[in-house]
């Protein structure tokens, strides 16, 4: 891009200068940050930081904690069915609500408030709603059908599911939002064509309209990853980690590695480890992405 | 994925999108009554699944607390009371301060204005260079920036508290908000980035061509189309400055915490009974602000997300 | 618009950074409930009788974790508040990094060496040092039971474990449970930490809890432990899962459960509703041969500041804190008895009378031990993974010999 001559020189550097100081933030709050955390790893820190270099033992100890395996496959069971029911749940509600239906406006808005609040302030009622003694099992208990069981809360093996139901609960809207956005971006005179073709609903979706989604499909997996891999407030809210340690994710254990149980090398390395998955699943994208931008 | 990034809040075009906007005068499609009975009773079922915890913490916090410790966690309260807003609001004690939630709820927007109007302007501009102004090396600034929305908090609040008192901020509510804006950043110059980049040069151009120069571009040419992308990004800005309690807590304390530490001190007791009734209505007080943003903002969030579409 | 937006920055700029008035003292610590709120008023009124100003910073949530996580915040920043309110081995630990100020000056000059039990020494010194000044000091062990129900099924007061589980096994069947808790990892290590002294001894207790032996660790008495802690998971309902303490006590109050095993904390839930102890309920330690005293106490330490009126603020916060007559008030509201063992008991009541016997006895016989499950036996690191251990063994259904050998692994682990 090419300025007037006078002020070219000036045009050339004004955009470097004008986004430098927004690196330089970056550089130090996020790598430089990252780099004392994968330092603080490789030492024997335990309720301060000290910088003394113990090689890998800090790693070593992280996956010889049991504690640290259910976290990991935790975070595997709960991103995929967060993913998996957020966007199938998020996409019925958008192609519903792009029917023409009555009060979409009161329905959009049902579907997002869960959003707008914090996992502090809505960590209990889903407690309560969950709870076989108080929740859903005794109203349906209640109501007459009393063989109804629903008390994955209090089970360490069904546990990790509730939290994906209250994670769903608090996102799913946010997917609505952006799949209802891509479908009023699709021109509807391919449907009308589709349409005298004589192909049905359904497959027109199918076949059509869902393909379609793709880029809205595409940045709704970008930012409920980013949830999922944050998840913090709803695990501490809602079951605190338990029972036993059956709703641990990577994150809780950070925090209570460093701030309650006096490991923070342990907590660094686990940091470590957190960065590097993400990584290994951002960078090649990332790469890509901007390739193709620089070619084209 | 690559796209994804590209388009995330973004006019997205995708590929065969036309310039006809959706009209509503004709239904698309004519269907049996027995699909539209189909498609309200899911949509109706929905609402009030998602509707569910809001209404036991409504009607929690209009129980009085003996009726809840007497067993009535979920239902109708049987003795309908406002006092707990009314203490939540302004008596309930945080420490030995029982000045209720009202002081903290101010402290919340001395951070979140600023906090928003900052991070949401540093990224307006910043998309601006990264795909007007390219550069050689943007793409880098740019994927290192993105990475950025993806560290776990937890793990750097020692390093930024030391940078914090290094800068002389530590403790402060400039120093939080300082804090909230460099994490934003990431997030900002993402949406402002992908909404630019399917804007045409050519606007640009021409405008260089008459005169114009860096900045009078963004504020005369730049800025008046970005307003969805604005809508958009000062809505999750907001959503999660509001909510964060990580950084409030570890940044600041006292009588300039942010009102989600102050909340956590209502709900988070463990050696005491509990009052929940209080904690729902403060957990609903807390609440307002971003569910008013919601239901306010909420039509033109799904506009902001639309706008590039429609106008291509 | 954007006027407003200056003015407000401006605002925000303007605001004092870290204000501190003449002779403030901020005093950061966990207490957010009720109780220990109206228990802490005391200690600010004190100070302010003395004429300082008090600046209160809480913090609750997570067992203390929260405040943990915000002091170093503070404390690696290098601007630390006046006074923190300590658990445990917290005190100490700031103390090895020498960011504690030392108070011999006040403790020889109050004499609280010998007002106070020496069993509470390492956890309030420092190479002989005094880092903190104790306020109180709550006891774990106890059972609080419902005395109608216990009458009516004709049930003694239980004096040993398998009495106690009898006596369960009975209420049940009476369609009472037996015993009422939450699933929460801290809720069953105090039932652990009870049947560790209880079942094999205070010495047991030391040795593993506190030792970290790894020969009594791994030993037949430790899997004796889980199996009894097994049989106490046949007391509870099945609906335990995310009960807080106050409500599984209000269970006890009502009538719905007939005990529970917690600290004297929860002795104000049954006082607020106006019952009286040994009329409308009983309070007793954890049924064993030897009884054992699991304390806890809460102490404040002051951090080094170069402010001087800050200094003399720290001064007068120490000096009250170890004030007999407002440990006595604070103690009187807080549940808990005085950490000193001069206050006069006559004002107290049953409970905290058989408490302050107890601990006496304790004392004399080597019953004193440090309550694991509120960090005052073994390093948070240890302490830890005991929770972990007894929380997934309690809600799960791994053997105890498994349970275990996790202990075993897991304390080598964090070495």
């Known amino acids: 891009m090419n300025a007037s001559r006078q002020s070219s020189r000036l045009a050339a550097w004004l955009p470097r200068l004008v986004v430098a100081p927004s690196l330089l933030i970056v550089l130090v709050t996020v790598y430089l940050f990252i780099a004392w955390t994968g330092v603080i790893s490789v030492t024997s820190s335990k309720f301060v930081p000290v910088y003394d270099f113990v090689g890998l033992e800090q790693f070593a100890r992280l996956w010889a904690t049991p504690r640290w395996h259910i976290a990991v496959e935790n975070l595997f069971i709960f991103s995929t069915l967060f993913l998996a029911i957020s966007i199938g749940l998020g996409l019925l509600m958008a192609i519903l609500l792009d029917q023409h239906v009555r009060a979409e406006g009161f329905l959009r808005a049902v579907y997002l408030y869960p959003m707008a609040l914090s996992f502090i302030v809505t960590g209990t009622a889903w407690k309560w709603v969950l709870n076989p003694g108080l929740g859903i099992q005794k109203v349906v208990n209640d109501l007459g059908w009393a063989t109804f069981r629903f008390d994955w809360i209090a089970d360490p093996q069904m546990a990790i599911y509730t939290v994906v139901i209250a994670g769903v609960w608090q996102s799913s809207g946010f997917a609505m939002a952006i799949f209802l956005a891509g479908l009023r971006g699709i021109d509807n005179s391919v449907i009308k064509a589709a349409q005298i073709e004589g192909a049905s609903l359904p497959l027109i979706y199918r076949q059509i309209i869902i393909p379609m989604l793709r880029p809205a499909m595409l940045s709704v997996v970008v930012l409920l990853s980013y949830i999922a891999i944050k998840s913090f407030d709803l695990v501490l809210a809602l079951t605190n980690g338990g029972p036993g340690a059956a709703t641990e994710l990577p994150s809780t254990f950070m925090f209570s590695a460093t701030f309650r149980r006096n490991q923070m090398g342990v907590g660094a390395a686990s940091a470590v480890m957190m960065l590097m998955t993400v990584a290994a699943i951002i960078v090649p994208y990332l790469y890509s992405e901007l390739r193709e931008r620089n070619n084209g | 994925m690559a796209e994804a990034i590209s388009t995330l809040p973004s006019p997205s075009p995708a590929p065969g999108s036309g310039r006809v906007t959706k009209t509503d005068e004709t239904p698309r499609y004519n269907r049996a009554w027995i699909g539209r009975l189909f498609i309200y009773a899911t949509l109706i079922a929905m609402a009030a699944a998602y509707l569910m915890p809001l209404w036991v913490m409504v009607t929690t916090s209009l129980k009085p607390l003996e009726e809840i410790y007497g067993g009535s966690f979920i239902g109708f309260p049987q003795n309908f009371t406002l006092d707990a807003w009314r203490v939540a609001w302004s008596q309930a004690c945080i420490g030995t301060e029982c000045t209720g939630l009202k002081p903290y709820f101010v402290n919340s927007l001395l951070i979140v204005i600023p906090a928003v109007v900052l991070s949401t302007g540093i990224g307006a501009i910043n998309g601006y260079i990264l795909t007007k102004w390219r550069f050689p090396g943007a793409n880098l600034v740019f994927g290192l920036l993105l990475f950025g929305c993806f560290l776990p908090y937890q793990a750097i609040l020692i390093p930024m508290a030391r940078t914090l008192s290094l800068i002389g901020l530590a403790g402060s509510i400039p120093g939080l908000i300082l804090v909230h804006v460099s994490y934003g950043i990431c997030f900002t110059t993402l949406f402002f980035r992908n909404y630019f980049v399917t804007l045409p040069d050519d606007l640009t151009k021409a405008a260089l061509v008459d005169g114009a120069g860096f900045f009078r571009i963004f504020w005369s040419i730049i800025l008046p189309t970005s307003i969805p992308i604005i809508v958009v990004s000062c809505i999750w800005q907001f959503t999660q400055i509001w909510n964060d309690f990580l950084f409030g807590v570890s940044f600041t304390s006292g009588a300039h915490s942010p009102i989600t530490v102050a909340l956590n001190n209502i709900v988070n007791v463990t050696t005491g009974r509990k009052q929940y009734n209080i904690d729902m209505a403060a957990a609903m007080i807390a609440g307002i602000p971003t569910l008013l943003v919601y239901i306010v903002a909420g039509r033109y969030f799904v506009r902001g997300l639309t706008a590039g579409a429609v106008k291509g | ?415």
């Not at chain 3, 009472?176 to 801290?186: H, T």
């Not at chain 3, 995310?242 to 917690?262: E, F, K, L």
Request: include cysteine; charged fraction near 20%; aromatic fraction near 10%.
């Open chain 3, 1 to 415: 618009m954007s006027k407003i937006f200056a003015g407000l920055v401006a605002a925000v700029m303007l605001m004092p950074v870290g204000a501190r008035a003449q002779g403030a003292i901020e005093v950061m610590h966990h207490w957010v409930a009720e109780s220990e709120i109206e228990a802490l008023s005391v200690i600010r009124k004190g100070v302010e009788a003395k004429g300082f100003q008090w600046k209160d910073s809480a913090v609750g949530g997570m067992s203390g974790a929260n405040v943990q996580q915000a002091l170093r915040a503070r404390l690696t920043a290098g601007d630390p508040p006046g006074a923190m309110q300590f658990l445990g081995w917290e005190g100490v630990q700031w103390a090895e990094q020498n960011v504690v100020r030392d108070l011999n000056d006040q403790a020889k000059a109050g004499g609280w060496r010998n007002a106070l039990p020496p069993q509470l020494l390492p956890f309030l010194t420092a190479q002989e040092t005094f880092i903190a000044a104790p306020i109180n000091m709550h006891r774990q062990n106890w059972v609080w039971a419902n005395k109608k129900i216990f009458d009516d099924a004709g049930i003694p007061i239980p004096k040993s474990w398998p009495e106690l589980i009898q006596a369960g096994r009975k209420l049940k069947e009476r369609g009472v449970i037996p015993l009422a808790m939450g699933d929460e990892s801290w809720q069953v290590e105090v039932i652990f930490d009870a049947l560790l002294a209880d079942l094999n001894g205070p010495e047991f207790y030391r040795k593993t809890a506190i030792d970290l032996d790894p020969k009594a660790l791994g030993s037949r008495e430790m899997v004796k432990v889980f199996d009894m802690l097994r049989e106490v998971r046949g007391l509870v309902d099945a609906n335990f899962v995310g009960r807080d303490w106050a409500v599984a006590t209000g269970m006890v109050i009502n009538g719905q459960a007939a005990m529970q095993v917690m600290g004297d904390w929860a002795k104000g839930e049954f006082l607020a509703k106006g019952l009286k102890p040994n009329k409308d309920f009983y309070c007793f330690p954890t049924p064993a041969p030897v009884t054992s005293f699991q304390y806890l106490i809460d102490s404040f330490g002051m951090f080094k500041v170069k402010d001087p009126a800050v200094q003399k603020a720290q001064i007068a916060l120490a000096e009250t804190v170890m004030d007999p007559a407002i440990q006595k008030r604070f103690n009187l509201i807080k549940g808990s008895i005085p950490a000193r063992t001069d206050v006069p008991v006559d004002e107290f009541d049953d409970c905290a009378k058989l408490a302050f016997k107890d601990r006496a006895e304790a004392i004399a016989k080597g019953g004193m031990i440090g309550a694991m499950t509120h960090g005052f036996a073994s390093r948070p690191e240890f302490a830890a993974v005991f929770g972990d251990v007894a929380g997934q063994f309690f809600v799960g259904t791994m053997s105890s010999d498994e349970a275990v050998k996790m202990l075993v692994q897991g304390i080598e682990n964090a070495r």
